[in-house]
């Protein structure tokens, strides 16, 4: 149980620390177009994002794909960058009209599993039971992006419905602020 407490931990920061900036960017990026009322549809979306990161780092850590770096470190950044335009060019938010959202956080999951793949390989020693590692990670991940994502829906509720501000804006605003930080991220980190 404590290697579940340590890896818990591990996923946990790896979303709400400070240097978490890429993974809490995407995060907001997918639930930016979500009200609080979309909750269930949201948790949907993380635990795909959850599942593609899950993949990718499971099929590291068992040393059965291995990455590099520096292309990884790009292409974080762009599938933030990707997903924000996806928002700014939606006009309706209804279910059919975003369903698209769900095979980006999968497959975008993918590619930031990579991202921690290496990181993760040398902390975890030979003689630890990985999979329960990996599981304590996981559920660590999703309970800080489940964090993440109410702050983000309670944050939309509160402009979109007390202080009235048209959700069509609300959704530019934020995803053109983080189309900004993401794009930036993604000229300082080309190859």
Do not use: C
């Not at 990718?56 to 040393?63: E, I, M, P």
């Not at 975003?98 to 999951?109: D, H, M, S, T, W």
Request: proline share 1%; glycine share 6%.
């Amino acid at each position: 149980m404590q290697d579940f407490g340590f890896y818990f931990e591990l996923g946990w920061k790896h979303i709400i620390s400070k240097d978490a900036l890429d993974h809490q960017l995407f995060i907001a990026a997918l639930a930016a177009i979500y009200l609080l009322k979309d909750w269930k549809q949201v948790l949907v979306l993380v635990t795909a994002f959850t599942i593609g990161h899950s993949l990718t780092l499971a099929l590291s850590v068992f040393d059965v794909i291995r990455f590099n770096n520096k292309w990884v470190e790009f292409l974080i950044p762009l599938t933030i960058v990707i997903t924000a335009l996806s928002n700014l060019f939606q006009k309706k938010f209804t279910a059919k009209s975003i369903r698209i959202n769900y095979v980006l956080a999968l497959v975008f999951g993918l590619v930031h599993g990579m991202g921690f793949a290496n990181s993760i390989r040398f902390i975890m020693a030979e003689d630890q039971r990985i999979g329960w590692s990996l599981f304590g990670f996981n559920v660590g991940l999703e309970v800080g992006q489940i964090v993440v994502v109410v702050l983000l829906l309670l944050t939309a509720q509160l402009i979109v419905t007390i202080l009235k501000v048209n959700r069509r804006d609300w959704v530019i605003f934020l995803s053109a602020g983080v189309f900004a930080l993401s794009l930036k991220m993604v000229l300082e980190r080309f190859p």
